[in-house]
């Protein structure tokens, strides 16, 4: 559900360039290890190259390298990059390398490749290509300004969330709600007991008691956005299966996790699927807690032990944060959000790009539960999307048609101590 390119800097990728998965993809061809070979050496050259800021011959490190790759088969690109060309990442690195080695000409044609390349495919990161300096010696250039309108009108996630049309109350199928299993349920009795979650949440008020159990799960496992999903979805055997494994999990099985945690505690909590207008790499998933000190539901985000506040530092609601995106209103994240301790979070990247890509559907199981995802028989699945009020009877690529869709606000935010 999601791709790893959320916890790294799009503009700081210039010799990642996929080397990583393909060569460790290509050691299982052993028929052909000429080839091979030349994508290791072109790797280890291109690394230099890079460290040395020689533009020129790493332009041409990088056309071998590209001209090697497409030589192979269709079917063999196809297994190495799940594509028969190389994503827009390489092309993207390759217009900045033509550009800083003087070459404009070949660099805005790549550039004008790459934007070809990502719109409709993958996920643009407009604000790093905005403020990317390796681009300085392009922006004046008309053909340079024509993908960049391009590039604004599919890449500007903000924009297109404020554009977004108003959910509609009282529009919705009969019979929606919303249940939470209740804390004396022995699965959950047995994690609070395994976990000693009483201890972890400690003796202050409520928020900091929720913020201690975001904070226990962000470190319990890794993050790792390219896992696969266990069989077992359950916080214990999720942990034991990552110290087994030496392995992290997904952002959903993090945010599954931190809800069966926060319902054995006695909160009422749900993991959401946070989705944009258009699926084309990855989606979000977190966790919301329902507090009563604040009478309303909290963002709260394991994978980045993060939370969303106010100007005056008060925890907001997946909905308010939404609003506040559409009407340029002041939000800011914990100063302690980070990545697996390797990179911080800002408030830009997160909030005004990543998050802005990701409000614009908002999906969760109607029943909060443990073991919420894992196949047993008899257990019943539903999930219901919040969707703007002109789009619940439009094909989407984020949102499956099995998915009960509804555009009505109020009862997907609903008091869990409604009736």
């Not at 390119?5 to 010799?15: E, G, I, Q, T």
């Not at 291109?46 to 490190?61: G, H, I, M, R, S």
């Not at 079917?75 to 033509?98: I, P």
């Not at 392009?138 to 053909?143: D, H, I, K, N, T």
Request: hydrophobic residues 35%; negative net charge; contains cysteine.
């Amino acid at each position: 559900m999601e791709v790893e390119n959320m916890k790294r800097n799009f503009a700081n990728l210039k010799m990642a360039i996929l080397l990583t998965l393909v060569m460790t993809t290509i050691t299982t061809w052993a028929q052909t290890p000429v080839w091979q070979q030349q994508l290791d050496s072109l790797d280890k050259e291109a690394d230099e190259l890079y460290e040395k800021q020689n533009w020129k011959l790493l332009v041409a490190n990088q056309e071998q390298y590209r001209k090697i790759i497409m030589e192979q088969p269709d079917s063999v690109r196809q297994e190495l990059l799940q594509d028969t060309d190389l994503g827009g990442n390489f092309y993207y690195n390759l217009a900045c390398y033509r550009a800083l080695s003087g070459d404009i000409n070949g660099a805005l044609s790549t550039f004008e490749y790459y934007t070809d390349r990502v719109i409709g495919r993958e996920e643009i990161y407009l604000y790093n290509i905005n403020t990317d300096s390796d681009l300085n010696s392009l922006r004046q250039e008309s053909r340079f300004i024509k993908c960049m309108e391009r590039l604004q009108e599919w890449g500007d996630y903000k924009q297109i969330l404020k554009d977004a049309q108003p959910y509609y109350s009282g529009l919705h199928p009969e019979g929606i709600r919303f249940r939470y299993m209740a804390p004396n349920n022995a699965d959950l009795v047995q994690l609070r007991e395994q976990f000693k979650l009483d201890s972890v949440a400690g003796a202050g008020d409520e928020i900091s008691k929720i913020k201690n159990l975001l904070h226990w799960i962000h470190e319990a496992v890794p993050h790792d956005g390219n896992s696969y999903n266990p069989e077992i979805k359950n916080t214990a055997a999720i942990i034991e299966l990552c110290k087994k494994e030496n392995r992290g999990v997904n952002c959903r099985m993090m945010a599954q996790m931190l809800t069966e945690v926060y319902l054995a505690m006695g909160f009422k909590a749900r993991f959401v699927t946070c989705m944009p207008k258009n699926l084309v790499s990855d989606c979000h998933v977190i966790t919301t807690v329902y507090s009563n000190t604040l009478n309303k539901w909290l963002w709260v985000d394991p994978t980045f032990d993060l939370f969303v506040m106010d100007e005056n530092g008060t925890m907001l609601s997946i909905a308010e944060v939404r609003e506040r995106i559409r009407n340029d209103k002041p939000l800011q994240i914990n100063d302690y959000a980070n990545w697996n301790h390797k990179s911080t979070q800002t408030k830009e990247y997160y909030i005004d790009h990543y998050m802005a890509k990701n409000l614009y559907y908002l999906v969760c199981m109607d029943e909060s539960r443990f073991n919420a995802e894992t196949p047993i028989e008899g257990q019943t699945y539903r999930y219901i999307a919040l969707m703007p009020y002109d789009k619940i009877n439009t094909e989407s690529s984020s949102i499956n048609w099995y998915y009960t869709r509804i555009c009505d606000e109020q009862l997907f935010w609903q008091s869990p101590y409604e009736e």
